[in-house]
């Protein structure tokens, strides 16, 4: 019996993802990351990086497993050893070949237009479910001189959240140019472990399902011997069962960025130096991600103008980690949700700030952020069906109009092969009707904004790097004429 029970099953929240997942809707986290390449390179990326990837792999061991399915979807999805595991099947080089044949080839090196082409092309595509889900793709080349090269990364959300995506990174890259990591000289030997038979899978799923039972059978009896204890979790149960009926009753405003997309992506970046976002949240005494989430409502104010609509106020969903509050080497997700109404309406950049401010504010203190991780986590024993309206309501147009996301990455700057990483740009997928994501790294002193979006539904958003910058400068002209618009005393601390 304790060997049926030692099936590694995805939680709740990481088959949410599986679930959510549809041919409009991918779930995977990803990243565009540009390398400053050696005048006369000893190796080729592709090789310099499937070698470390591949000294590496012990350290997450969940990038050579696959998905099983239960039969008949009675327990959630289990992670196997892949017996095919192959690094050249996952770390891919560039050569407008095969299921990139629509995309100009690597015979020279790729200017910005073709660079995006390529990377629309790879992140267009879902991850495979019958391998390990997860692709690096490599462009050798790029620039005139062909002195830069870009690797392009996607990893299923069911496998890691936006953090831990950014510190998985440190499997291609190093903090130092020339160090050689320990753990990289003499990695332990892998072998498969065989994959469970359909058979011993349908048992397990149906022993994991009663042990779920029992455990909450068990809990609950445990807390009508502690009334006390009993009240409280029966208080913040029913307080987040009503907050999530209250954001389901109450929808987010409709907008033309939740019409039914297409498959397509594209992906459109801006950097900026991180000291004009930090010179904004001192002088106006607000938290980064505050400043963050002004500058995109000042874009998505031109944004609309642009596809002929009237701003108006949108609901964000931003997400929010835990890792550091639970276990910080888990794998799989360690993350919260929060809504924040965004005032796109307000012309206004300080009035805009000043309503984030509050928003953020509240958003924390009222609870909400931490009731929607005791719901999600409170999933487990529903039935299957129930947890597939569940997870197709939190990415549903009725919560939310888009995703913003602020992920801090490494201050310190990182190196591929002994050649420095110059730039780092996140992916956020998209829903079925979300048409628009906005990511933001921050990273070596900058900070790089990159909009998700559906070039079809959503064709204004291959100008939005430039209505990001505009917004910032817009705000960076209020924090130099006016005073703090924070009263004495506020706080200064992250609040999401």
């Known amino acids: 019996m304790h060997d049926l029970l030692a099936i590694d099953r995805l939680t709740s929240l990481d088959s949410a993802f599986v679930r959510l997942e549809a041919h409009n809707a991918h779930m995977h986290v990803g990243w565009v990351s540009r390398i400053e390449l ?32 239960a039969p008949g979807g009675i327990a959630e999805p289990a992670w196997v050893d892949d017996p095919t595991f192959s690094i050249e ?30 990377c629309d092309e ?14 690096v793709l490599v462009i ?11 690797v392009v990364g996607k990893v299923h959300h069911a496998l890691v959240d936006g953090v831990a995506a950014v510190e998985l990174g440190m499997l291609l890259f190093d903090v130092e140019p020339d160090e050689p990591r320990v753990e990289d000289e003499h990695p332990p030997p892998w072998s498969p472990s065989p994959p469970p038979p359909p058979l011993r ?78 010179r904004i949240k001192r002088r106006h005494e607000v938290k980064l991600n505050d400043v963050v989430l002004c500058v995109a409502a000042g874009a998505l104010r031109e944004v609309a103008a642009s596809a002929g609509e009237r701003p108006e106020e949108l609901r964000v969903m931003v997400p929010v980690s835990v890792r550091g509050e639970q276990d910080p080497t888990a794998s799989g997700n360690r993350i919260v949700f929060a809504l924040v ?22 958003a924390k203190e009222d609870g909400r952020i931490m009731d929607s991780d005791l719901l999600l986590r409170s999933m487990g024993p529903l039935p299957g069906p129930v947890k597939t309206q569940l997870s197709r309501l939190a990415t549903s147009p009725r919560l939310y109009n888009l995703v913003i996301s602020n992920v801090p990455g490494p201050a310190r700057r990182l190196y591929a092969g002994g050649t420095p990483v110059t730039e780092i740009y996140p992916v956020i997928p998209l829903g079925p009707r979300n048409s628009l994501s906005i990511g933001v790294l921050t990273y070596a002193g900058g900070a790089h904004f990159a909009a998700h979006f559906d070039p079809h539904t959503l064709p204004q958003g ?18 130099r004429a006016g005073r703090s618009t924070a009263p004495t005393g506020a706080r200064s601390e992250a609040v999401i």
């Open 38 to 69: 050696p005048p006369a390179p000893l190796e080729p990326m592709v090789t310099v990086l499937r070698r470390q990837i591949t000294r590496r792999l012990h350290l997450v061991p969940r990038f050579r497993q696959r998905l099983a399915v």
């Open 89 to 118: 099947r996952h770390v891919t080089l560039h050569s407008g070949e095969g299921p990139l044949d629509t995309v100009p080839s690597a015979e020279g090196p790729l200017d910005e237009r073709e660079l995006q082409l390529v």
């Open 122 to 135: 790879f992140l267009s595509r879902p991850l495979d479910r019958s391998r390990p889900l997860w692709e």
């Open 140 to 150: 050798p080349r790029l620039g005139g001189d062909g002195r830069e090269a870009a």
């Open 201 to 278: 899978l349908a048992v397990d799923a149906v022993v994991d399902s009663a042990t779920q039972q029992f455990r909450a059978a068990r809990s609950a009896a445990r807390l009508g011997l502690t009334p006390g204890r009993g009240l409280r979790v029966a208080n913040s149960l029913r307080r987040a069962a009503m907050t999530l009926a209250e954001d389901a009753l109450s929808p987010a405003p409709a907008s033309y960025l939740n019409r039914e997309i297409s498959a397509r992506r594209a992906l459109t970046t801006a950097r900026v130096d991180m000291e004009r976002l930090q």
């Open 341 to 362: 109404d965004l005032p796109v309406d307000e012309a206004r950049p300080r009035t805009r700030l000043e309503a984030i401010r509050a928003a953020t504010r509240q």
């Open 462 to 479: 291959e100008r939005l790097p430039g209505m990001l910058q505009r917004s910032l400068r817009e705000l960076e002209g209020t924090a």
